[in-house]
């Protein structure tokens, strides 16, 4: 069973669009203009890391307004059961962590939320699929590139994994036809500026669209949409 046939019906949600957006900021700001913007532009899926300040009432926050109701919000840099907790009590649908942590995956397991642990060797990767998580992050990817997950998917064909960290509008493509599920983006789509600025929507949309863009060319071509 390949990535491109494996039926995995739960995953939609997170990854239709093929693009999820890192939120990161270093002071409180309402994140709400910035998220409907990202989620203009054809983004199916809003990463708040915890890094944030005021993190988990923006989750809250954009949980509940209705215009997102398309896209999935979820928590970044969750690093323990505890924090998994919180962020999933504040409305999180998915929660993504840097490392590997089975008790994070455990909670969202028994809560039913969709879990990504961070993880980078084939053994890692494949742990943490063991341990029920059913998407992978591959975090630090800036550290490999698009042919480390060709490679990793010839042995291990099962795994879907999202490439996390140095994903840009000129590589998002070559991650998605390397076998990439979705890709994960920060600072080259949701830079600090643009997130902080209520007149830089038009520019995060049309940031959004041209990643969206470019993931859907590619799994035309690749053949690897969820």
């Not at 409305?91 to 879990?115: K, Q």
Request: net charge neutral; proline share 8%.
């Amino acid at each position: 069973m390949t990535l491109a046939t494996a039926p995995r019906p739960e995953l939609d949600p997170l990854l239709r669009s093929g693009v999820i957006a890192v939120v990161r900021v270093s002071e409180p700001v309402r994140l709400a203009p910035a998220a409907r913007a990202l989620a203009a532009g054809g983004v199916g899926a809003v990463e708040v890391t915890l890094t944030t300040p005021g993190a988990i009432d923006a989750i809250a926050d954009l949980a509940s307004d209705k215009s997102l109701a398309g896209c999935v919000i979820g928590a970044g840099t969750v690093l323990d059961e505890s924090a998994a907790r919180y962020v999933i009590d504040a409305g999180a649908r998915f929660v993504v962590s840097p490392t590997l942590n089975p008790g994070v995956i455990r909670v969202c397991r028994d809560r039913e939320i969709l879990c990504m642990p961070g993880a980078f060797t084939p053994t890692e990767l494949l742990e943490a699929w063991r341990a029920g998580a059913p998407v992978v992050k591959l975090f630090p990817a800036s550290a490999v590139g698009p042919g480390y997950i060709r490679d990793v998917l010839a042995p291990l064909p099962f795994l879907w994994l999202v490439p996390s960290g140095g994903v840009s509008l000129e590589n998002a493509g070559d991650w998605i036809r390397a076998g990439a599920a979705a890709v994960s983006v920060g600072s080259a789509l949701a830079s600090a500026a643009l997130l902080l600025s209520d007149a830089a929507t038009p520019q995060l949309t049309a940031r959004a669209r041209s990643f969206v863009e470019r993931v859907a060319q590619a799994r035309s071509h690749a053949g690897n949409a969820p």
